[in-house]
Each structure stands twice: as C-alpha cells, then as structure tokens.
C-alpha cells in the first residue's frame, strides 16, 4: 500500500509542469473586454418594436441580415442628449443583384412616434455596381419635459427602424449584413432650463441592454374609507349578493305601489252601481230549443 502511495504522489508531481504551462493558455482563451471597455457588439436584430434589441450605451451592432426585412434596435437617451444613428450596410454581390436599392432608416420614440432628423442621410440608393451604402440620422436635444400635443423628444428608449424601400422582386432575401453604431453628446448639464421636469424616462428599456436612467419607483396607491369595499377575493360576492337583495326589494315595492285590490277600481273611474232584478230571459227562452 505505502509502494502504490508513493507511485500516486509521483505521478502528481509529474504533472504539475503540465499544469503550469496550460494555466497561462487557459487565461488566454477566456473572452476579455475590449481594451475601450465598451461591451461586444450585438450580433442580432429585432423584426418589430416588440422584438427589437436592446442596445447598451457605446455597444454597436452587427448583423448578418436578409434584403427586404425590417430591422429594429432600441438605445436609450436621457435630458440634455444628442443622439447620433450612424449605419452602414454591405449589400449582396453585385453579380446578384439586378437593379439598384433603396435603403432607409427611421428612429421613433418610446411612444412610437417618429422623430424627425436635423442632419444626416436617412434614405440612400446604391446602384448595381456599389458595394455598400452609408445612412445616419441626428435627433434633436431630448428635453426635460413637452406639452402633451407636441412630438419633442423626451428621456428614455428610442428605437431605430432599417428597412429596404426600393428593392427589386429578385433580390429580396439576398444576404447583406449592418453595421450600427449609436453615440450620444451632452447631458443634464447641457440642457436648457424649460421650466418644468418629466417624472420617470419615457418607456425605459427593459431587458437586453442598459437603460441610461432609471425609472422611478411605482408610487403606493393612496387608502380611503371605502378602498376595502372593492378589493379582496370575496369583493364581487359580496357586491353580487347586494345587487340581487336590491334588486329584489326594488321588485316587491313596485309591485305593491302598482297592484290594485282585487274586486275594486280606482276611485278616479268611479264606483259600479250594484245590478238588481232577476235577469231577463234571453230570445230563446222557453221555446225549447238551444
């Protein structure tokens, strides 16, 4: 037993070597950040608001894709932020194609409302011969607060929408692949005092990426006296019940005060004079016949 001890103890010393030298190529393998610090880009896209992924701040996108579908990402951007939407998109060989394309990109808010560019190319068209096409599109300042009916742009998530608008029949579903790139200048300090503050981001991401701020907490909902009386598993029993006792009672007083006495009218119409005498014989009485 000491002999096969001694063996095994050996045996462990000898790979300790072996150990030695593949720690450092283990360490190597891992995945590490980039030297920046800003995360992997994503490799995917979403086909609808819905579905669109969430970008962190500074994490691009790229994304091997199919001619003809709708791409959706969404990024966040808070008070005082200029926002930046820069694409650029490697179409399908040119031995594939048969005509030109049209490509365009959109960016709506977190209501969906399409947000208007103040520079840049939202809509580009590369001929045949082109490779590729470049597209960007600059938001306005995000604003602390707006009036209800106007469309400014407000804190929390923004989605950017790459369609293909003019494509041959042919070439839809030729494989091409997107670059995004989302960049933002300013913040609260920038902003311009408007006199008023919005509560909570309008829509904040929610999964898949970083939101830039915060929501605020859920405010408790206020008690009154009468909060309890619709609340509760036995609420709508109870309020079932009390409707039909209601309602019952309802039905037996109007009954009372519309009913008349059996056997007597209404003064309003007067009373029947009582009939007397014996009743007179009809025509065929006594003669016998029916």
């Given at each position: 037993?000491r002999?096969?001890?001694l063996?095994?103890?050996a045996?462990?010393?000898?790979?300790?070597?072996?150990?030695?030298?593949t720690a450092?190529?283990a360490?190597?393998?891992?995945?590490?950040?980039s030297?920046?610090g800003s995360?992997a880009?994503?490799?995917?896209a979403?086909?609808?608001?819905l579905?669109?992924v969430n970008?962190?701040?500074g994490?691009?996108a790229?994304?091997?894709v199919?001619t003809?579908?709708?791409?959706y990402w969404?990024?966040?951007?808070?008070?005082?932020?200029t926002?930046r939407?820069d694409?650029?998109?490697?179409?399908a060989p040119?031995?594939d194609r048969h005509?030109?394309?049209?490509?365009?990109?959109?960016?709506f808010?977190?209501?969906?409302?399409r947000q208007a560019?103040?520079?840049?190319?939202q809509?580009?068209?590369?001929?045949?011969?082109?490779?590729s096409l470049?597209l960007?599109?600059?938001l306005?300042?995000?604003r602390?607060w707006?009036e209800p009916?106007?469309g400014?742009?407000?804190?929390?998530s923004?989605y950017?929408?790459l369609s293909a608008?003019?494509?041959?029949q042919?070439d839809l579903g030729?494989a091409a692949?997107v670059?995004?790139r989302v960049?933002?200048?300013?913040?609260?300090?920038?902003?311009?005092?408007?006199?008023g503050?919005?509560?909570a981001?309008?829509?904040p991401?929610a999964g898949?990426?970083a939101?830039t701020?915060?929501a605020?907490a859920?405010e408790?909902p206020e008690d009154h006296?009468?909060t309890?009386?619709?609340?509760?598993?036995?609420?709508?029993w109870?309020w079932?019940l009390?409707?039909?006792?209601?309602a019952a009672?309802?039905?037996v007083?109007?009954?009372?005060?519309t009913r008349?006495?059996?056997?007597?009218?209404?003064?309003?119409?007067g009373?029947v004079?009582?009939?007397?005498?014996?009743p007179?014989p009809?025509p065929?009485?006594?003669?016998?016949?029916p």
């Amino acid at each position: 037993m000491r002999t096969s001890f001694l063996r095994t103890a050996a045996a462990a010393l000898a790979l300790l070597p072996a150990l030695a030298l593949t720690a450092p190529a283990a360490s190597a393998a891992s995945p590490s950040p980039s030297a920046s610090g800003s995360p992997a880009p994503a490799n995917k896209a979403g086909t609808s608001f819905l579905t669109a992924v969430n970008l962190a701040p500074g994490q691009d996108a790229a994304v091997s894709v199919s001619t003809g579908d709708y791409l959706y990402w969404a990024f966040g951007a808070a008070e005082g932020q200029t926002a930046r939407v820069d694409l650029t998109v490697t179409l399908a060989p040119s031995a594939d194609r048969h005509d030109r394309q049209t490509w365009s990109v959109e960016v709506f808010d977190g209501l969906r409302r399409r947000q208007a560019c103040t520079a840049g190319t939202q809509n580009a068209t590369a001929e045949q011969a082109v490779g590729s096409l470049t597209l960007s599109c600059t938001l306005r300042e995000v604003r602390s607060w707006a009036e209800p009916w106007s469309g400014d742009p407000l804190p929390g998530s923004y989605y950017v929408r790459l369609s293909a608008s003019d494509v041959p029949q042919s070439d839809l579903g030729l494989a091409a692949s997107v670059q995004l790139r989302v960049a933002a200048k300013g913040d609260a300090d920038n902003a311009q005092p408007e006199g008023g503050e919005l509560r909570a981001p309008l829509v904040p991401p929610a999964g898949g990426g970083a939101a830039t701020a915060k929501a605020a907490a859920p405010e408790e909902p206020e008690d009154h006296w009468y909060t309890g009386w619709f609340s509760g598993w036995n609420s709508r029993w109870f309020w079932t019940l009390a409707g039909g006792a209601l309602a019952a009672l309802a039905g037996v007083a109007g009954y009372t005060l519309t009913r008349h006495p059996r056997g007597r009218r209404p003064a309003r119409y007067g009373t029947v004079p009582p009939q007397s005498g014996a009743p007179q014989p009809g025509p065929y009485a006594g003669s016998g016949q029916p």
